[in-house]
C-alpha cells in the first residue's frame, strides 16, 4: 500500500473549512488532516495529489440505478427495470453499469448504493473498478435478505408492496426522497439537486452508513476538485457555503481517493478504460435491441 499526501488551497474537513491544509492517508485511513505547513515526514509519502487551487472535500454517498443505465432514457417503471435485472447476466449487467459507475465517481460519489436484485453484479464491479458499493433491493422483489450488502429497498410504480417500504425503519427510497437518489435520468450530473453535500449526509445517516467525512481514523473517502481553470475557477475564494456546495457547482474532479485506490487521478478514471466504455456499448446495444 502506498501513502497518500494530498494539499489543498481549500480543505472541507467534518466541520470546518480550512485554508492551505493537507490530508494524510496511512493503509487507506486519514492519519492526519491540518493546515500547512505538512510535516516534513509526509511529504516523502509515496503519492502526492492536489496543489494550489485544489479544494479537498468528503465523497458523497449516492442511490442510483446504475444497473438500468441501458434503458434509462425510457424512464421505465420499476416493473420494466426488474424485468432487465432479471433476465440479464450478472456480468452483462456489470458491464452495462460501467457508464454510470464512471460518471458518479466524476461527480465526487464515493459510496454507491446501487439499484438491483443480484449482489454478484456488485462483486464484479467492484473486482473491476474498486470502489464501496452496496445494493438497494426493489421493494417487490425483497428476500429479506441478511447480506450486508442490502442496505435500503426502493420504491417505484408498478411495483407491487411499495405501500409498506416505509414502515422499515425508514430505510426506503422513492423518486420524491429528498436524499441522494439519482433514479432514471439522462445523467447523474449534481447540478439543480440542490445540497448535495447535506443530502448525502442524511442518505447515509438512514441507512446506517458512516457519511465520507474527513477526519483522523475514518476510511479516506475524498474528492479533489480543480478550480484553478474553468468551470467553477476561483471558486476556493467564496465563503463557507459557497464550498460546501462545491458539488453542483460544475468543479472539474481531479482526483478520486477511497481507501488506499485512486480511481481518479488527472481528470481521468483510472480502472475504467475506454475499451471497456467501448464494450459496455456493445452490450447495452445488445440488450436495448431486445
Not at 501513502?3 to 473549512?17: H, R
Not at 447480506?147 to 422513492?174: F, M, Q
Request: proline share 4%; charged share 20%.
Amino acid at each position: 500500500m502506498v501513502d497518500i499526501l494530498l494539499t489543498g488551497t481549500v480543505l472541507i474537513s467534518s466541520d470546518k473549512v480550512v485554508h492551505d491544509g493537507y490530508v494524510y492517508v496511512k493503509d487507506g485511513v486519514i492519519e492526519d488532516i491540518g493546515e500547512s505547513p505538512v510535516p516534513e515526514d509526509y511529504t516523502f509519502a509515496g503519492l502526492i495529489l492536489g496543489g494550489r487551487g485544489r479544494i479537498i472535500a468528503p465523497g458523497l454517498v449516492g442511490l442510483i440505478d446504475a444497473l438500468a443505465y441501458p434503458i434509462r432514457l425510457r424512464m421505465p417503471d420499476m416493473a420494466d427495470r426488474l424485468s432487465l435485472y432479471t433476465s440479464t447476466s450478472s456480468k452483462e449487467l456489470a458491464l452495462a453499469a460501467l457508464p454510470a459507475v464512471y460518471e458518479a465517481h466524476m461527480n465526487g460519489i464515493t459510496t454507491l448504493i446501487i439499484e438491483g436484485v443480484d449482489q454478484r453484479v456488485l462483486d464484479i464491479i467492484e473486482e473491476t473498478v474498486g470502489g464501496r458499493y452496496y445494493l438497494a433491493m426493489p421493494a417487490c422483489h425483497n428476500k429479506e435478505s441478511s447480506t450486508p450488502r442490502v442496505k435500503a429497498l426502493v420504491a417505484g410504480t408498478r411495483c407491487p408492496g411499495d405501500a409498506h417500504i416505509y414502515e422499515r425503519n425508514g430505510w426506503g427510497y422513492s423518486n420524491g426522497s429528498r436524499v441522494l437518489a439519482l433514479f432514471t435520468r439522462a445523467s447523474y450530473s449534481l447540478t439543480n439537486l440542490g445540497n448535495v453535500y447535506a443530502m448525502s449526509h442524511r442518505l447515509a445517516e438512514v441507512l446506517g452508513l458512516e457519511p465520507p467525512v474527513l477526519r483522523k481514523g475514518r476510511l479516506a473517502e475524498i474528492v479533489v476538485y480543480n478550480t484553478i481553470k474553468p468551470p467553477a475557477m476561483m471558486l476556493y475564494t467564496g465563503d463557507a457555503s459557497l464550498l460546501i456546495n462545491v458539488y453542483s457547482s460544475g468543479a472539474r474532479v481531479e482526483s478520486l481517493v477511497i481507501g488506499n485506490d485512486v480511481l481518479v487521478d488527472i481528470g481521468e478514471h483510472l480502472y475504467i478504460s475506454d475499451k471497456q466504455l467501448e464494450d459496455s456499448r456493445k452490450v447495452i446495444e445488445r440488450l436495448t435491441s431486445r
